[in-house]
């Protein structure tokens, strides 16, 4: 996925420093999740897909070849971590709606 982030972003013509800036997020941040040494979190993953104005599948999923998407396992172990933050989002969002409405 920050191949793909990478990508998307110097086609916008856009420095690490200038998406850091608009997410509000480190340069430094940034450069690591390109590299793949940190995952960034479903928010972040999110709003940089909103700031570069491409789908979240175009990060995840990049094609391999013209014909055929190929998916492997670090991509998968990716999609798996998203989905789980949006689990855990979704979780934090229901129990503050039901204690918003008990109170």
């Given at each position: ?18 998406l850091a800036d608009a997410l509000g997020l480190s340069a ?46 670090q991509q998968l172990q990716q999609l798996r971590q998203l989905l789980s933050s949006a689990g855990e ?15």
């Open positions: 996925m920050g191949k793909q982030i990478r990508h998307y972003r110097r086609a916008k013509g856009l420095s690490r420093g200038e430094a941040h940034i450069g690591h999740i390109e590299r793949g040494s940190r995952h960034a979190s479903l928010e972040t993953v999110v709003a940089i897909s909103r700031q570069l104005e491409v789908s979240l599948d175009a990060l995840i999923f990049p094609q391999a070849d013209a014909s055929k998407e190929k998916v492997d396992s989002i979704i979780d934090g969002l229901a129990k503050s709606a039901v204690d918003s409405a008990s109170a």
